[in-house]
T-cell receptor
Framework: DSGVTQTPKHLITATGQRVTLRCSPRSGDLSVYWYQQSLDQGLQFLIQYYNGEERAKGNILERFSAQQFPDLHSELNLSSLELGDSALYFC?????????????FGDGTRLSIL | QQQVKQSPQSLIVQKGGIPIINCAYENTAFDYFPWYQQFPGKGPALLIAIRPDVSEKKEGRFTISFNKSAKQFSLHIMDSQPGDSATYFCAASKSADKLIFGTGTRLQVFP
């Protein structure tokens, strides 16, 4: 058990809809990362937050947004969903703070767009 | 320059064999190289990581070899077991930056 909790485990919705994925980091971790895992693109970094502030941005679409709350949990919002957004979405957390610290992953949310 | 190239795509070994997975990178600013193991239905789990000032690191049956001049690093699994059957990902990052993952290697270890 990595200590990172993601909910829900599975999400099935339709094109055009909006969903919110939630992540609770490990106790004491200040950084949260979001990754997308698809068969054709592999594991792709989306966005990182550190202590409530956006720290780094990767291949995140404009239809996607994220935030980290004062209690350090994070949410990834996906809107105007397309078939191609079907993927596994992982959250990872680390101590953060500007040095390399191991990132620990949750078990992901599987998003299926019908 | 941000890519990490991983090979092979899949690997089949018998129990006790030593599977070797290779990764190569271009960005010399990368300073952290972790390996992750992923089982079906689970998130990637950190196995072992190395920094470029070290040429080899061992943790149990897992060894990372690092060649800074060639910009390559590899994972060796000693005395492999059926329970090691999983997908393995190498990754690289610069300081606290995002992880750039390789494409993964699916390992099957047969009894």
């Amino acid at each position: 058990d990595s200590g990172v909790t993601q909910t829900p485990k599975h999400l099935i919705t339709a094109t055009g809809q909006r969903v919110t994925l939630r992540c609770s980091p490990r106790s004491g971790d200040l950084s949260v990362y979001w990754y997308q895992q698809s068969l054709d693109q592999g594991l792709q970094f989306l966005i990182q937050y550190y202590n409530g502030e956006e720290r780094a941005k990767g291949n995140i679409l404009e239809r996607f947004s994220a935030q980290q709350f004062p209690d350090l949990h994070s949410e990834l919002n996906l809107s105007s969903l397309e078939l191609g957004d079907s993927a596994l979405y992982f959250c990872a957390s680390s101590v953060g703070g500007g040095v390399n610290q191991p990132q620990h992953f949750g078990d992901g949310t599987r998003l299926s767009i019908l | 320059q941000q890519q990490v190239k991983q090979s092979p795509q899949s690997l089949i070994v018998q129990k006790g064999g030593i599977p070797i997975i290779n990764c190569a990178y271009e960005n010399t600013a990368f300073d952290y190289f972790p390996w992750y193991q992923q089982f079906p239905g689970k998130g990637p789990a950190l196995l072992i990581a190395i920094r470029p000032d070290v040429s080899e690191k061992k943790e149990g049956r897992f060894t990372i070899s690092f060649n800074k001049s060639a910009k390559q690093f590899s994972l060796h699994i000693m005395d492999s077991q059926p329970g090691d059957s999983a997908t393995y990902f190498c990754a690289a990052s610069k300081s606290a930056d995002k992880l750039i993952f390789g494409t993964g290697t699916r390992l099957q270890v047969f009894p």
